[in-house]
């Protein structure tokens, strides 16, 4: 497994395309490092309902959430 490479320009993980009031959602988890931010745009937030992840309940295990608690689709990691 070779070394995932952080992209260091913040965009939304779900249309990949806006960076407008970019909200964390969740937590990648890696096998091989400290996973990274899921980061949601305000447009994404709304059209998926999604939790911040301040908002999490305990035990949430920072995988995205919709607003109802049910766990959302994480979009792909891949570019
Ligand atoms: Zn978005």
Known sequence: ??????????????????????????IYHSDSGPGWDILACSWCMRL??????????????CIPRHRDGTPAAIPSAEP
């Open 1 to 26: 497994m070779h070394e995932v490479v952080r992209v260091e320009v913040d965009a939304c993980s779900w249309c990949r395309k806006s960076a407008d009031g970019l909200v964390v959602v969740g």
């Open 48 to 61: 998926h309902d999604l939790l911040p992840l301040d908002a999490h309940p305990k035990g949430s295990w």
